[in-house]
């Protein structure tokens, strides 16, 4: 997985794509349901709300109490986990 990350990562900047140009109202709803579908640690809020603040969007603590009363717990990345996430990665269907 990380090696297809920095591969991705080098695409994007051959082709002068910047993370302002992808990282959208809608890219950081997904993430907020991404980290609370997986309990997801409190340092994740931390960096998206900056993330939010650098692209000059506002992303308010509501927001992430709305997507989390709708988001169903699914796993844990606790180190002592039972799961792998190649294993849910497989039969997850995290939003795109």
């Known amino acids: ?14 082709h002068n794509i910047r993370p302002r140009d992808i990282m959208t109202r809608e890219a950081i709803e997904n993430a ?3 980290t609370m579908a997986s309990g997801g640690s409190t340092n994740a809020i ?15 603590l509501e ?5 989390s009363a ?11 986990a039972n799961t792998r996430w190649r294993n849910i990665s497989r039969r997850a269907a995290f939003p795109r």
């Open 46 to 60: 931390i960096h998206l709300v900056a993330i939010s603040q650098r692209l000059g969007m506002k992303l308010p």
């Open 63 to 67: 927001t992430f109490d709305a997507i």
């Open 1 to 14: 997985m990380s090696e297809n990350t920095g591969k991705q990562i080098v695409e994007l900047v051959r």
């Open 32 to 34: 907020i349901t991404v």
């Open 70 to 80: 709708k988001t169903p717990f699914i796993l844990t990345f606790a180190r002592r």
